[in-house]
């Protein structure tokens, strides 16, 4: 326990590459902060959503042959349900991560010459995999407590120990199926999937909060599903809705077969090497097509997509605004949201993107193009993505609910935020200078994060929003009303409504063009 | 015989700190030229500065008549360069990191594969399938000789390229250079620490200290400079660049 220890406060220390200026690191107080801040707005979004679910379910009156269990109602099967996806979504997200920690040879390589035994080293590079599930806690712990505040007194002492081993189960079952498969999927691989799965987090988050304002009024048929869900002795969810209800023989089970699983795994990983495996490599050049097309474009797209994390910053906004725009049967606010979001993650995506320009320094000044062709073949990588989900909202939302065909003019100007704010994205990350120092990897400060999300927004407001709302005040008697309580002059709002996503656009361009070019030529003077 | 690489009054500052200073270069065609100095001399600055990857702060580089301020591109597409950090991007495949630079470089494909097959032949490379983040930094040292010498260029910048190599591919790479140099007229210009190398396979030899250069010309001559007809290359370099010292270093250490 003493070498875990050890082992953890070096890795807490290590957590970030140090800042270059400033010189903070990332403490353990700041991960304590990311996690209640997640708790925090998943808790705010999900908790009252599930609480009068789980409220009215309770109190939904049924036929007199329903199927359901004495002592149970509609609330707790659902229950179950939820806890199984909950559940699901830990392993899925936890186990790639986790089989990605343990193939990652540089740390690995050390960590091996310790006099450390493996199985501590597979719990240690957990902590990562942990750390990174932080959303998948965060969405525990509202359902739970929205549950078991139903249950009164019982439920306020037993939710923190059901939490504790709902979590643990897929836990150490993801530690087994790592521990066995580790060697087996290549680094790159895995941390493809645990990219692409991120993004079923928020799916899933979303589909729950949409399946709970569904189900108020239950079908037969959906009744009959929870039924035999929800008392299917085989699946684990059910044991944790026993378990929650006060059934002692289920909090064994759930305990015991944490523990045993646990020992198992510990005792497989005692054995193992835990040396990554390759890339299902063969030695022939067999797979090999020379005849592919290659340009800088494709490869910033083919290194971009092997980017864990890039998965999810393309798609989150049109994931985001779909699902808005279903629940909500109107545009406008999805695509604002959109907009912000896609154009804050349009620097994100620059900075994902430009690391790997500076992990493999100098050889990209050593090609024959210009230099600051690099940096735009992903700054259009990048505007493309973003338009073309924009465009595909809108078209959508055209075709499904009517909306005015004028929108579409707001495509250009929504390619021209996503191009700004790709600009500014490489700018911040040259001027940080983070990448000077070894730290290529390095996402932006917190600071500069800040401004950039408030530019971007600034832009996206200038751009999109005027626009947009412009637009949209046609179809919208409410939103035109409320336009021409402000200025009452139709001349004068289309003028303004034209003016301002120009000039924001015009001056926005220029000056961004400009810094990222005077950060460009910084580099060639002296790196 | 014509000159390939020419740098006058090369200087570079970083900061306060002078890297490299009053920098004066000419290398002829299929002449393999070894730049040697300490650690820190301003080896790798002259390097970077001659191949286009850093400007000079002050002087003048041109390659293969080209001035390097007006036809960088022009000179980068028939040069070189193997950095003394193999690094290239991780999250590609070696041969797909290949193509990438076949595809910039505008080389005929059928060609140049046909070549990188004779050289990963010839330096045992079996693994190009797999993704460069997977590779040892002997084999990322191996890609990036590969990558650069299926090129055919006409000039050819090395930083240190026996690091990282087992012996036998050091071998190969030794053959190779003198093969193109020999054969094709390549011009090559690489530092070493390994004297024996600079020794056997250089034409002529560059010292370089403190940012200067300090001597330079063939092996003869610069035993001729100092002196000492017998003297190896060793005892020459270690002279020239205060290795004086060194008999009171050995003789505190046996202590
Ligand atoms: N980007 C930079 N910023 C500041 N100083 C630098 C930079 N690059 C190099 N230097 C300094 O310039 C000097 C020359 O460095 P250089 O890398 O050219 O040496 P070198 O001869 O290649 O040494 P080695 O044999 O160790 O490779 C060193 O003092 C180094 O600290
Ligand atoms: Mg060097």
């Known amino acids: 326990m003493r070498e875990f220890g050890i082992l953890i406060k070096y890795r807490l220390m290590n957590f970030s590459p140090p800042k270059m200026k400033g010189g903070r690191r990332t403490n353990p107080k700041m991960m304590i902060l990311y996690f209640i801040i997640f708790v925090a707005i998943f808790g705010i979004s999900l908790f009252p959503v599930m609480s009068s679910a789980f409220d009215q379910l309770a109190s939904l009156e049924l036929g007199p042959n329903s199927l359901i269990p004495s002592g149970y109602n509609l609330a707790d099967l659902f229950f179950a349900l939820v806890v199984f996806i909950l559940m699901a979504v830990m392993l899925m997200n936890f186990l790639p991560y986790l089989i990605y920690s343990l193939s990652d040879e540089t740390e690995l390589a050390f960590l091996r010459t310790l006099p450390v035994s493996k199985g501590?080293?597979?719990?240690?590079?957990?902590?990562?995999?942990?750390?990174?599930?932080?959303?998948?806690?965060?969405?525990?712990?509202?359902?739970?407590?929205?549950?078991?505040?139903?249950?009164?007194?019982?439920?306020?002492?037993?939710?923190?120990?059901?939490?504790?081993v709902t979590y643990a189960l897929p836990l150490v079952i993801s530690f087994l199926i790592a521990c066995l498969l580790s060697g087996k999927i290549s680094a790159v691989t895995s941390k493809k999937i645990s990219g692409i799965l991120v993004l079923l987090d928020v799916v899933i988050f979303l589909g729950l909060i949409y399946m709970t304002s569904m189900i108020r009024n239950p079908s037969e048929k959906l009744i009959d599903f929870f039924v035999s869900f929800g008392t299917n002795e085989l699946i684990p969810s059910t044991w944790v809705l026993k378990a929650a209800n006060g059934s002692l023989i289920d909090w064994l089970l759930l305990i015991v077969l944490v523990i045993w699983i646990f020992r198992i795994t510990f005792r497989i990983a005692n054995k193992k090497a835990f040396e990554g495996a390759g890339s299902g490599s063969s030695r022939t050049w067999g797979k090999v097509n020379f005849n592919k097309k290659m340009g800088v474009m494709q490869k910033d797209f083919k290194i971009l997509s092997r980017e864990g994390n890039s998965m999810f910053f393309m798609f989150y906004p049109i994931i985001l605004g779909a699902l808005m725009m279903f629940v909500s049967q109107d545009i406008l606010m999805p695509t604002i949201f959109m907009v912000i979001i896609a154009s804050f993650y349009s620097s994100q995506l620059m900075v994902i993107q430009l690391a790997p320009e500076f992990t493999s320094w100098p050889i990209p000044l050593s090609f024959p193009i210009k230099f600051k062709s690099l940096f735009e073949s992903k700054i259009k990588i990048v505007m493309g993505v973003f338009t073309l989900e924009y465009m595909l909202i809108l078209v959508v939302g055209m075709i499904f609910y009517g909306f005015n065909p004028l929108s579409l003019l707001t495509i250009i100007t929504a390619g021209i935020t996503f191009y700004v704010s790709a600009k500014l994205g490489a700018y911040f990350y040259l001027s940080s200078g983070a990448f000077k120092a070894g730290a290529q990897m390095k996402r932006?400060?917190?600071?500069?994060?800040?401004?950039?999300?408030?530019?971007?927004i600034l832009i996206a407001f200038g751009t999109i929003i005027v626009p947009g709302v412009y637009l949209n005040s046609f179809s919208s008697e409410g939103l035109n009303e409320w336009l021409h309580g402000i200025i009452n002059n139709d001349t004068i709002l289309a003028v303004i409504a034209i003016a301002i996503p120009v000039l924001v656009s015009f001056f926005s361009l220029r000056i961004t063009s400009k810094k990222l070019n005077s950060e460009i030529k910084k580099i060639k003077e002296g790196m | 015989m014509s000159e390939i690489i020419q740098a006058e009054n090369l200087k570079k500052v970083f900061g306060k700190k002078v890297a490299v200073e009053d920098l004066n270069l000419n290398v002829t065609s299929g002449e393999i030229y070894g730049f040697l100095g300490p650690n820190g001399a301003g080896k790798t600055t002259t390097i970077k500065m001659l191949t286009g990857i850093l400007m000079p702060t002050e002087g003048s580089?041109?390659?293969?008549?080209?001035?390097?301020?007006?036809?960088?591109?022009?000179?980068?597409?028939?040069?070189?360069?193997?950095?003394?950090?193999?690094?290239?991007?991780?999250?590609?495949?070696?041969?797909?990191?290949?193509?990438?630079?076949?595809?910039?470089?505008?080389?005929?494909?059928?060609?140049?594969?046909?070549?990188?097959?004779?050289?990963?032949?010839?330096?045992?490379?079996?693994?190009?399938?797999?993704?460069?983040?997977?590779?040892?930094?002997?084999?990322?040292?191996?890609?990036?000789?590969?990558?650069?010498?299926?090129?055919?260029?006409?000039?050819?910048?090395?930083?240190?390229p026996t690091v990282g190599l087992d012996a036998r591919s050091a071998k190969i790479l030794k053959l190779w250079l003198r093969k193109?140099?020999?054969?094709?007229?390549?011009?090559?210009?690489?530092?070493?620490?390994?004297l024996e190398i600079a020794e056997k396979m250089c034409d002529r030899i560059g010292i370089i200290k403190d940012g200067k250069l300090i001597a330079e010309g063939t092996l003869e001559e610069l035993r001729k400079k100092s002196g000492k007809t017998t003297d190896s290359l060793e005892d020459l370099f270690l002279e020239l660049t205060g290795g004086a010292e060194f008999g009171d270093i050995i003789e505190q250490l046996n202590d």
């Open chain 2, 180 to 194: 193109m140099a020999d054969e094709n007229e390549t011009t090559i210009f690489m530092t070493t620490h390994v």
């Open chain 1, 444 to 456: 932006l400060g917190t600071k500069q994060v800040l401004i950039l999300e408030l530019v971007t």
């Open chain 2, 61 to 160: 580089v041109r390659i293969l008549d080209l001035d390097m301020t007006t036809d960088e591109i022009k000179i980068k597409r028939k040069i070189a360069f193997v950095p003394d950090e193999p690094k290239m991007y991780d999250n590609l495949k070696g041969w797909e990191f290949a193509n990438f630079l076949m595809e910039i470089y505008g080389l005929d494909k059928e060609e140049t594969v046909k070549r990188l097959d004779d050289i990963c032949k010839a330096f045992e490379i079996d693994f190009l399938e797999k993704y460069i983040s997977d590779y040892s930094h002997g084999m990322r040292q191996k890609l990036m000789l590969a990558v650069s010498l299926m090129r055919k260029p006409k000039v050819l910048f090395l930083d240190e």
């Open chain 1, 120 to 164: 501590i080293l597979l719990v240690y590079k957990s902590v990562d995999a942990i750390i990174s599930s932080f959303m998948t806690i965060a969405m525990f712990i509202p359902v739970f407590l929205a549950y078991m505040f139903t249950k009164g007194v019982m439920g306020y002492v037993l939710v923190l120990p059901l939490i504790i």
